[in-house]
């Protein structure tokens, strides 16, 4: 009987260890399953700096950093946190010319107490040439040379407090979302620049991320092309044809949509007019709107998922020695003001010694951080050896990521001389040390 008594026991004892092991498995299933779900958050804050500031617009020289008149359109920065458990990237992207070195340093220094580091955050500027000047946002420019910029304190930490806040609103509150991207071929639409050359990129990726319940949250919109429609004595505010792309874009979506226009190798690439004839500002929002249009029949077309794969990987490149081109004088020393007794001195206080190039990849989508404006060329070229090695089947170039070190060249193209070969000031192998170094980082995705 006390046999009995006790296996009965010993047999209940175990079917509760069981019952207790199913309960453990199925809750660090869940707990594994939640911790795989992508969030997102999303936000935007207007960029434009207060006209009582006097921002000086860049883009070209002969503006003499004078301040804008005013604002034809705003500029805006839009950050898009995505996150898996604990680790989280944020993407950013602004419609400004460019980031000098030494300016994504103050964003992470208001973000670090938050958790963010410099390898977690891609700035994605779209190149605009009516937003406030990139030279102005430089500490290392102490010259006093209105041709190429006079820094700006006070528009430096508006800046930084602006692209610090986008990115903390964004992280505030992430829901589980699902994304995909697709990637189409628009023809005619831009053209190489370069007298003689007719590679140009004619991608333009889309990429849509959207809450579980179906509602749209976020367009990302690749496409290469200098937003150069207004010229230097247009002293308006403006995101150009990029910011007319992405109203167009939330627009036709709706919901409360965010696009965010990245560009990709630019660096030789224009845009190709509309047919119609109209002002500056008329052509620029009717590009836009067309290329707007486009990205939005690209979106419609995408079915999001649960992605697989969410990372991201940082290189340092050493850059080669500073070198400017025999040209310089005749072009861009002519546009920005300076002599050879200048230069040298210049640009050892204002170029870096070395940059830093970082991949991201979400599901299907690789974006390759280019510090610089680089030749559709090599841009080309860095796609297809990404594709290969990644095999991601939608690689977009991330234009000017981060910080702009110059334009980027193939040797040939640099030794041919030109505006692009007098603004790189790296020497002629600085297009295959960049290649190399940004395949490197998408190498270590893997």
């Given at each position: 009987?006390?046999?009995?008594?006790?296996?009965?026991?010993?047999?209940?004892?175990?079917?509760?260890?069981?019952?207790?092991?199913?309960?453990?498995?199925?809750?660090?299933?869940?707990?594994?399953?939640?911790?795989?779900?992508?969030?997102?958050?999303?936000?935007?804050?207007?960029?434009?700096?207060?006209?009582?500031?006097?921002?000086?617009?860049?883009?070209?020289?002969?503006?003499?950093?004078?301040?804008?008149?005013?604002?034809?359109?705003?500029?805006?920065?839009?950050?898009?946190?995505?996150?898996?458990?604990?680790?989280?990237?944020?993407?950013?992207?602004?419609?400004?010319?460019?980031?000098?070195?030494?300016?994504?340093?103050?964003?992470?220094?208001?973000?670090?107490?938050?958790?963010?580091?410099?390898?977690?955050?891609?700035?994605?500027?779209?190149?605009?040439?009516?937003?406030?000047?990139?030279?102005?946002?430089?500490?290392?420019?102490?010259?006093?040379?209105p041709q190429i910029g006079l820094f700006h304190k006070e528009l430096f930490d508006h800046t930084a407090e602006k692209l610090a806040t986008a990115v903390r609103q964004a992280g505030q509150k992430l829901t589980p979302?699902?994304?995909?991207?697709?990637?189409?071929?628009?023809?005619?639409?831009?053209?190489?620049?370069?007298?003689?050359?007719?590679?140009?990129?004619?991608?333009?990726?889309?990429?849509?991320?959207?809450?579980?319940?179906?509602?749209?949250?976020?367009?990302?919109?690749?496409?290469?092309?200098?937003?150069?429609?207004?010229?230097?004595?247009?002293?308006?505010?403006?995101?150009?044809?990029?910011?007319?792309?992405?109203?167009?874009?939330?627009?036709?979506?709706?919901?409360?949509?965010?696009?965010?226009?990245?560009?990709?190798?630019?660096?030789?690439?224009?845009?190709?007019?509309?047919?119609?004839?109209?002002?500056?500002?008329?052509?620029?929002?009717?590009?836009?709107?067309?290329?707007?249009?486009?990205?939005?029949?690209?979106?419609?077309?995408?079915?999001?998922?649960?992605?697989?794969?969410?990372?991201?990987?940082?290189?340092?490149?050493?850059?080669?020695?500073?070198?400017?081109?025999?040209?310089?004088?005749?072009?861009?020393?002519?546009?920005?003001?300076?002599?050879?007794?200048?230069?040298?001195?210049?640009?050892?206080?204002?170029?870096?010694?070395?940059?830093?190039s970082t991949a991201f990849r979400l599901g299907d989508l690789v974006i390759l951080g280019v510090p610089g404006e680089m030749a559709a060329e090599l841009g080309m070229e860095l796609k297809r050896k990404a594709r290969?090695?990644?095999?991601?089947?939608?690689?977009?170039?991330?234009?000017?990521?981060?910080?702009?070190?110059?334009?980027?060249?193939?040797?040939?193209?640099?030794?041919?001389?030109?505006?692009?070969?007098?603004?790189?000031?790296?020497?002629?192998?600085?297009?295959?040390?960049?290649?190399?170094?940004?395949?490197?980082?998408?190498?270590?995705?893997?």
């Amino acid at each position: 009987m006390n046999l009995n008594l006790s296996l009965q026991k010993l047999f209940g004892l175990l079917s509760l260890l069981t019952l207790l092991c199913g309960v453990f498995h199925s809750v660090t299933h869940i707990l594994a399953a939640e911790a795989s779900t992508l969030e997102a958050g999303v936000a935007r804050v207007n960029l434009t700096p207060p006209l009582e500031m006097k921002a000086a617009l860049g883009g070209y020289g002969a503006r003499m950093s004078k301040p804008a008149l005013g604002v034809h359109d705003p500029v805006w920065v839009k950050a898009l946190v995505l996150a898996r458990g604990e680790r989280k990237f944020a993407l950013v992207t602004a419609d400004v010319l460019a980031f000098p070195p030494q300016f994504k340093a103050a964003v992470i220094e208001r973000l670090s107490a938050e958790g963010w580091s410099a390898g977690q955050i891609m700035l994605l500027p779209s190149h605009t040439h009516t937003s406030f000047d990139m030279m102005a946002l430089h500490p290392g420019n102490k010259f006093g040379i209105p041709q190429i910029g006079l820094f700006h304190k006070e528009l430096f930490d508006h800046t930084a407090e602006k692209l610090a806040t986008a990115v903390r609103q964004a992280g505030q509150k992430l829901t589980p979302v699902v994304a995909g991207s697709t990637t189409v071929s628009v023809p005619d639409r831009n053209r190489n620049r370069r007298k003689g050359l007719t590679s140009h990129d004619t991608d333009l990726t889309v990429t849509r991320v959207d809450t579980h319940e179906g509602k749209p949250m976020a367009v990302l919109v690749n496409w290469t092309a200098h937003p150069t429609f207004m010229a230097a004595e247009d002293m308006l505010f403006s995101g150009d044809w990029p910011g007319h792309l992405q109203r167009t874009v939330e627009a036709l979506i709706g919901s409360g949509v965010v696009a965010m226009y990245y560009n990709g190798a630019e660096g030789d690439q224009s845009p190709t007019p509309p047919a119609e004839a109209g002002s500056r500002w008329e052509r620029a929002e009717r590009y836009g709107r067309e290329m707007g249009i486009h990205a939005w029949r690209a979106w419609e077309t995408i079915r999001p998922h649960q992605p697989k794969e969410l990372a991201w990987h940082t290189e340092t490149i050493m850059l080669p020695k500073i070198a400017w081109h025999p040209d310089f004088m005749s072009t861009g020393g002519a546009e920005y003001g300076l002599n050879e007794t200048m230069i040298g001195g210049l640009l050892g206080a204002l170029q870096p010694a070395q940059t830093r190039s970082t991949a991201f990849r979400l599901g299907d989508l690789v974006i390759l951080g280019v510090p610089g404006e680089m030749a559709a060329e090599l841009g080309m070229e860095l796609k297809r050896k990404a594709r290969e090695s990644t095999g991601a089947r939608h690689i977009a170039i991330g234009g000017l990521a981060d910080e702009w070190v110059s334009y980027i060249l193939p040797a040939e193209e640099w030794r041919k001389g030109g505006y692009e070969a007098s603004v790189s000031f790296y020497g002629e192998t600085l297009g295959r040390t960049m290649v190399d170094g940004v395949l490197r980082a998408a190498n270590g995705l893997k």
